[in-house]
């Protein structure tokens, strides 16, 4: 593996675990915080987050394809646990969106509900990535 290709893993790497990071700890606070405002700028953070986790995901298949003229070789378990992260992903991103766009009308109850619900998807995709880089 070339130094250049070395780089370009790690960078993409390090943008995945910024992003799993915003996730996870925006959804974190977003269960704490109560105060509208900030949740509104935690929901943007998280989003954000899931954004960079859609994209620099899909960077390591491109990655992958460019030097090598193929998509990594996984096996069934692997996949499965790819299917999760971009499940939760895809979910992750709606669900903060709908928030965004509507939760100010939504009742307390939902929009505590909406950060649990968060929290659950980035904790499952974090898991979901340690299954997928154990089995890869």
């Known amino acids: 593996m070339s130094t250049a290709q070395n780089l370009l893993y790690a960078s993409v790497q390090a943008a995945h675990n910024l992003g799993a990071v915003a996730v996870v700890g925006g959804a974190l606070a977003g269960v704490a915080e109560k105060h509208p405002g900030l949740r509104k700028t935690l929901a943007r953070i998280t989003l954000a987050g899931?954004?960079?986790?859609?994209?620099?995901?899909?960077?390591?298949?491109?990655?992958?394809?460019?030097?090598?003229?193929?998509?990594?070789?996984?096996?069934?378990?692997?996949?499965?646990?790819?299917?999760?992260?971009?499940?939760?992903?895809?979910?992750?991103?709606?669900?903060?969106?709908?928030?965004?766009?509507?939760?100010?009308?939504w009742p307390e109850g939902r929009r505590n509900g909406t950060w649990i619900a968060s929290l659950v998807l980035g904790v499952t995709a974090l898991s979901a990535a340690a299954v997928l880089r154990w089995f890869s």
């Open 50 to 105: 899931w954004l960079i986790q859609g994209v620099s995901g899909a960077t390591f298949g491109a990655v992958s394809y460019y030097y090598y003229g193929k998509f990594p070789d996984i096996g069934d378990i692997a996949w499965t646990a790819l299917f999760v992260k971009m499940g939760c992903a895809a979910t992750g991103l709606l669900l903060l969106a709908a928030y965004l766009g509507w939760g100010a009308n």
